[in-house]
């Protein structure tokens, strides 16, 4: 205990003499700091007392600074959590004059929640540098996941409770440089993170900052990949993640890129996406759909680019289109309900593509094929679509739920627009004239044209005129 106590006071006696002196490069100076840092691994008292000490004279002891965290690291691990709680608070302190950031490992919530607090204080000393040490872990790809993990769950947690006058135009492009270089590498986990991050910065409120995004996307596409791996979970996770995060963007800031990376390297492994039954194939299908409003102004290759997307849409239809019947017994062919979705929207891009592209279907050497198995597909569609009005809510006793309400009235609308599409393909030779509203779009692309709105209670009687071949009025719909 006398022990104790004497190397307590020789403490103070050092404080003193150092907090008196005005040169601090003398050899006793550094000779007092070093005898400070030595009662780190002493008592209880003489860590936390020295660690007060260090803090405040680590600055003037630049040659001594690496010494020095590592002694307050030492003390960050100590048995002891009152201690490691004392050096966890000095942290802005070191970080203040210093270009070490610590981030702590432990799994004890308040002492996180004092680390946190220490690098929110450390921002506000130097944010850039604040920044650069933060992303560091995430950029270096020698960086163990465990601390990629720690860092990505404080930028989480805590990126909102940064000031916000701290943030200025060089700052966000800090930032969104440093998260597209994370990005590469970053798990679908890591990705949401950063992709919720981004737009609670200033730059992307603006139309500006939501191309910015859009872009960041298109950089994480390859297009020499030669073949994108759809069996991949993870690689299809991640991808699936962004297609849905940059369709709430593609209205006004189209992606030509993430168009034609679709159509050349995911439609034709369509199959095998099929094959995993999760339901992203049809997800794949509408979005690809929507991205098509891209398509402008096409220079030669993008042309032929398109073309390319023409065919491999054309393939995936001909295995969604019924085969002819053997018998005509079997003749009455019922298509099942999931497939009217994918037809539509399959007809759809066929249909958009070879009017941009002015493909003559008819030289296709599938082209006589297709088009008798399409004019089979009739009888199925109006089978199905008569399906659908017997479901009508006034043919029920108990009125179907609204959600039940809304697919069938989306189930009726393809099958309208299947037909409206189908009839095109039909003619000889093919036209592209139908102009139609898709049921799988978003609102946002609904058209002003009130004859867009006409009802589908006529679609029984299209059904009717055109296997009667009589004289039929072309849809009045229209897309934007």
Request: with cysteine; aromatic share 12%.
């Amino acid at each position: 205990m006398a022990a104790e106590v004497s190397n307590l006071a020789k403490l103070y006696e050092y404080y003193e003499e150092l907090n008196e002196k005005r040169d601090f490069e003398t050899e006793r100076s550094k000779k007092i700091f070093n005898s400070i840092l030595d009662c780190t691994r002493g008592s209880s008292h003489e860590k936390q007392l020295s660690c007060q000490f260090i803090s405040k004279f680590f600055p003037e002891f630049p040659s001594l600074q690496e010494e020095a965290i590592d002694a307050i690291l030492d003390l960050c691990e100590d048995d002891d959590p009152y201690i490691r709680r004392r050096a966890i608070k000095e942290l802005p302190n070191l970080c203040k004059n210093c270009s070490s950031i610590i981030l702590l490992q432990s799994e004890d919530q308040l002492e996180l929640s004092i680390v946190y607090q220490s690098l929110l204080t450390v921002a506000n000393y130097n944010f850039e540098f604040f920044l650069t040490a933060i992303f560091a872990p995430l950029i270096n790809e020698n960086v163990d996941d465990s601390s990629r993990d720690l860092v990505m769950k404080f930028l989480e947690s805590r990126f909102s409770y940064l000031n916000p006058d701290l943030f200025n135009d060089k700052i966000d492009d800090l930032i969104i440089n440093n998260f597209k270089k994370v990005l590469k590498n970053a798990t679908k986990e890591e990705c949401i993170i950063v992709m919720d991050i981004l737009p609670k910065l200033k730059k992307f409120k603006s139309f500006r900052g939501h191309r910015i995004l859009v872009e960041m996307v298109e950089e994480m596409l390859d297009p020499d990949m030669k073949d994108f791996d759809v069996l991949n979970q993870d690689s299809i996770d991640k991808f699936m993640y962004f297609l849905r995060y940059v369709t709430q963007y593609v209205s006004f800031c189209p992606s030509l890129k993430l168009f034609f990376f679709i159509g050349l390297k995911i439609l034709p492994q369509f199959s095998l996406i099929r094959s995993q039954k999760n339901g992203i194939d049809w997800e794949i299908l509408k979005i690809f759909s929507e991205l098509s409003y891209a398509i402008t102004k096409l220079d030669e290759n993008q042309m032929q680019d398109l073309k390319a997307c023409h065919d491999n849409v054309f393939e995936i239809l001909m295995n969604f289109i019924p085969k002819l019947p053997e018998t005509v017994e079997s003749s009455s062919y019922n298509l099942p309900d999931p497939e009217v979705s994918h037809l539509e929207c399959l007809l759809f891009c066929l249909h958009r593509f070879g009017k941009i592209a002015e493909i003559d279907l008819t030289k296709h050497p599938k082209f006589k094929e297709f088009k008798m198995r399409l004019h089979f597909t009739v009888r199925g569609v109006r089978l199905y679509n008569s399906k659908l009005k017997l479901l009508s809510p006034s043919a029920q006793t108990n009125p179907i739920k609204d959600d039940e309400n809304k697919l069938r009235s989306m189930a009726l609308k393809a099958t309208d627009n299947i037909y409206a599409l189908t009839k095109d393909f039909l003619k000889n030779p093919v036209v592209y004239n139908a102009a139609i509203y898709p049921s799988f779009f978003r609102p946002r692309y609904a058209s002003t044209n009130a004859s867009a709105k006409r009802s589908l209670n006529d679609s029984n009687s299209n059904y009717k005129r055109f296997e009667n071949n009589s004289k039929r009025r072309k849809p009045n719909t229209s897309i934007v």
